[in-house]
């Protein structure tokens, strides 16, 4: 979360929905001087996200902060559930399970994925603070409604990062330049299992025999031919029918109001 009490707004970052992009731009316009960000200590909450602070527990532990997303310009991203879900997966097996995604196999992804949603499904319906471990899969309601008003002035998707970028220099009348505005991009792995195989464990042999003979440009061009995205490769996973009715009973209040934001874009939410 970014505020800035010089020009009266307030940046609520979304975990998984391209808030970092945004951050990098923004952040010289902080006035907490990066006070809402990295996992630290609270006294009565013990280790949190400071990045990612649902607005029920900011009204309560934060109540300074809560007024002023209340008073000041508030904008924040939002992003298809059926996408989020598969990138929070990701995220959590890099920095809290075993081994990166695209270094696990499908069997092994499949169990953490199970683990994953059992844990949530155990969790209460409304207003439950994930722990660190699980921030990424906080309810995207969490940080845009409470008491049932969306507090949020300006709600864009993840693919209006330049729009909520040009409503930002609007608001403070400031060029926002300091980054180039990226698009949110799916992480690339492997094409299959052996591929994987391949590259892991043979590469460092065969780099000995292609790497003095090949030009950098088509030492790329191998490379890219084995990878493909993270949803593309892992999608008979991530589409599985007990995992779509997961998404779509989990965040039903997401995809409800991912519908509500994208309406005025006519488009239309889809899974994977």
Do not use: W
Not at 22 to 42: A, C, P, T, Y
Not at 93 to 109: P, Q, T
Not at 145 to 159: M, V, Y
Not at 186 to 192: C, G, W
């Amino acid at each position: 979360m970014i505020i800035s009490d010089k020009y009266r707004f307030v940046f609520i970052h979304i975990p998984k929905c391209a808030g970092s992009t945004v951050r990098k731009q923004i952040e010289f316009l902080d006035d907490k001087g990066g006070v809402f960000s990295n996992v630290k200590l609270h006294k009565e909450l013990g280790q949190i996200d400071y990045g990612h602070i649902p607005l029920f527990v900011l009204k309560k532990y934060f109540p300074i902060e809560f007024r002023k997303i209340e008073k000041y310009e508030s904008v924040t991203l939002i992003r298809n559930p059926y996408e989020r879900f598969p990138s929070s997966v990701s995220q959590y097996l890099r920095f809290y399970g075993e081994s990166a995604i695209h270094k696990m196999k499908n069997a092994e992804i499949k169990n953490n994925l199970n683990k994953i949603i059992n844990y949530l499904y155990k969790t209460p319906d409304d207003q439950f603070f994930l722990p660190k471990e699980y921030i990424h899969f906080q309810k995207q309601v969490d940080f845009v409604i409470e008491n049932k008003i969306i507090l949020t002035n300006k709600i864009f998707t993840t693919s209006e990062v330049d729009l909520l970028i040009a409503h930002l220099e609007n608001h403070t009348d400031i060029e926002i330049q300091n980054q180039s505005i990226e698009k949110i991009a799916q992480s690339k792995v492997y094409r299959n299992e052996f591929i994987q195989f391949l590259m892991e464990d043979i590469r460092p042999g065969l780099k000995k025999i292609y790497k003095p003979l090949l030009p950098n440009n088509l030492k790329k061009k191998l490379l890219d031919t084995f990878l493909v995205p993270r949803d593309a490769r892992y999608q008979s996973l991530f589409q599985a029918n007990y995992v779509i009715d997961f998404i779509e009973e989990y965040y039903k209040d997401d995809i409800a109001l991912y519908n509500k934001v994208s309406i005025g874009n006519n488009k239309k939410i889809s899974n994977i």
